[in-house]
């Protein structure tokens, strides 16, 4: 967490800031305390972002979408005030870091911790797509790794499947290069198997501490996903297959999350979280740096 600097707010709506935790493409996430004395996450967007009011469409999809998932894999939405002069939603606070920074700054994880990730953003997914949502931006820097287990979180570009229109013209990427499925890419019919394959790529990068589609600029990370197979690295035995079936560049052959779930965790994934899921030495080095998206 970073301390706040002087041009940055101290509070919002009922929330006193602490700190800074992050910041990303449509604005800065910081720690706050509720007057009763409860730790939140909240986002703000970026003030430009506030005068567009297609982004705030997107902005009340985000809060609305986020409010209906529930479930034990997700931070739940606490507040939010979409109409504010810049917008802000306040989410439960989740100590840990994200996937892409525990990576970064430890390397691939165990297969254990692998396995339990990928059970409960499995089941997390299901959730989502039982509501009729796709996320649509599943990637390591939307993953939190806590002791209490993963956690997917923003919403930011979520979208129901029933067709409606997708809010692009503010400039704010739908997706994420390397991470993406073909269909997204290409401009086709987005369905909740976009996320399988988002979520193949997240177990890859977990695993091996590489993304499946490795490359040095947007536009040839773009063509890898479209037209090349995977890069899995060392991976092998069941990871190595299920990874293979979540990257499918056929929407249609990929499993659905259920099905990912189970062949992970057949008792599901909080009783692999139950019985400890982060290594003590791997988690100490990595917990130091709480992060959110």
């Known amino acids: 967490m970073r301390p706040l600097d002087v041009d940055e707010p101290t509070a919002v709506g009922p929330y006193r800031l602490l700190g800074r935790l992050g910041s990303g493409g449509m604005g800065r996430v910081y720690l706050g305390r509720s007057a009763g004395g409860r730790t939140v996450a909240v986002k703000i967007v970026h003030p430009h972002f506030a005068l567009d009011e297609e982004f705030r469409a997107r902005f009340r999809r985000e809060v609305d979408a986020a ?10 939405v606490l507040d939010a005030d979409p109409d504010a002069r810049v917008p802000w939603v306040a989410t439960a606070y989740a100590a840990g870091p994200s996937l892409a920074a525990a990576v970064t700054d430890t ?37 939190l790794l806590t002791l209490d287990g993963p956690l997917l979180i923003d919403f930011g570009i979520a979208r129901a499947t029933d067709g409606t229109a997708s809010l692009t013209s503010t400039g704010v990427s739908i997706g994420s ?54 890069e899995l690295g060392e991976l092998t035995g069941g990871i190595r ?51 959110a998206s």
């Open 67 to 76: 409010r209906r998932v529930g479930g034990a894999w997700t931070a739940p």
């Open 107 to 143: 390397g691939p994880l165990p297969a254990h911790t692998v396995r339990t990730l990928g059970a409960g953003l499995a089941e997390a997914l299901a959730a989502v797509h039982e509501l009729g949502l796709v996320h649509r931006d599943v990637k390591p820097s939307n993953v």
């Open 177 to 230: 290069p390397g991470y993406m499925s073909p269909e997204q890419i290409l401009g086709k019919g987005v369905t909740g198997a976009a996320d399988v394959f988002s979520l193949g790529a997240v177990l890859t990068y977990a695993a091996t501490g590489r993304p499946p589609f490795p490359g040095d600029s947007s536009a040839a990370l773009l063509y890898k996903v479209v037209h090349e197979p995977p």
């Open 241 to 291: 297959e299920l990874a293979e079936a979540c990257l499918d560049k056929d929407p249609s052959a990929r499993p659905a999350p259920a099905d990912v779930a189970r062949r992970l965790a057949p008792e599901g994934a909080s009783r692999l979280v139950a019985g400890g899921w982060l290594p003590g030495p791997w988690w100490n080095r990595s917990a130091a740096a709480p992060s």
